[in-house]
């Protein structure tokens, strides 16, 4: 399925299960990434009814460790497709921007650069500082839209000054958050981790429902095709 169609597809879908008013908890839809040949439980955040445009703003994929429903995993492969290549966009992978890890992307020079974020309130977040790492697989830039597909180490656990959580991938589910601007950052041209945001347009919360087509035995195979990351630091 070509990505138009998959946006549609999930765009549908997550009108329909994310209102309020049909509070569900949808399991991923299967996306299978060309470049890479990694597939990806994914989510599609609707159109906005006042935008011109029909393209979902954002949609977050994920695939974690094969035995991740019965053992919590800690690390997964994150797809992020943004259609804000002027700004940014991030995930919580806590369902909220307060204490959990936020993983957010922007577009320096036809780059994506990635970095974890972390507060307690709600500021502009600061680099976190607890044990994890992102390490690029693949992205894309276009006019439009970027793309990219990360492997995110210790990103399902974190810790910071005595602030902590995680996620718990064995029960079946997660508290997902997105949030994007298309406002350009201050210092994107330099490390990732200082760049400052400015405050999102846009921002929602999810429960991602985590089937077997969200864990893969082909997953170590993925993580290994990680490469060199250039966030400017
Ligand atoms: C200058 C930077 C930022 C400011 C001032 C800010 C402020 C806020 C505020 C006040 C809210 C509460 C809801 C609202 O009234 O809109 C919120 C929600 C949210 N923010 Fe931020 N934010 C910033 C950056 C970020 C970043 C970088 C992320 C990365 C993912 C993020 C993720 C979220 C999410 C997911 C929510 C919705 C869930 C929740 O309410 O916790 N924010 N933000």
Not at 93 to 117: C, E, I, Q, W, Y
């Amino acid at each position: 399925m070509g990505f138009t169609n998959l946006a549609l597809t999930l765009g549908l879908l997550a009108t329909t299960l994310s209102s309020p008013a049909h509070a569900q908890n949808p399991t991923g839809t299967l996306y299978t990434d060309k470049a890479t040949n990694i597939t990806f439980s994914t989510w599609s955040i609707p159109a906005s009814q006042s935008s011109e445009s029909q393209a979902s703003p954002l949609t977050f994929g994920l695939t974690l460790p094969s035995k991740a429903l019965e053992t919590d995993a800690t690390d997964l492969i994150g797809y992020l497709h943004c259609s804000s290549p002027t700004g940014w966009c991030g995930i919580s992978l806590g369902g909220s921007m307060t204490d959990a890890l936020l993983l957010v992307a922007f577009v320096d020079s036809n780059t994506v650069k990635h970095t974890l974020r972390y507060t307690t309130e709600y500021a502009l977040p600061a680099a976190y500082t607890g044990n994890a790492t992102v390490s690029p697989i693949h992205s894309d830039v276009s006019e439009d839209s970027f793309t990219t597909i990360v492997h995110c180490k210790d990103c399902l656990h974190w810790e910071q000054k005595g602030s902590s959580g995680r996620a718990s991938t064995s029960s079946g589910q997660m508290d997902l958050a997105y949030a994007l601007s298309s406002e350009k950052l201050v210092g994107a041209a330099g490390c990732a981790d200082e760049a400052r945001f400015v405050r999102h347009s846009q921002q929602g919360t999810w429960i991602a429902f985590l089937d077997e087509g969200a864990v893969a035995e082909s997953y170590r195979d993925w993580v290994g095709l990680t490469r060199e990351g250039n966030n400017g630091c």
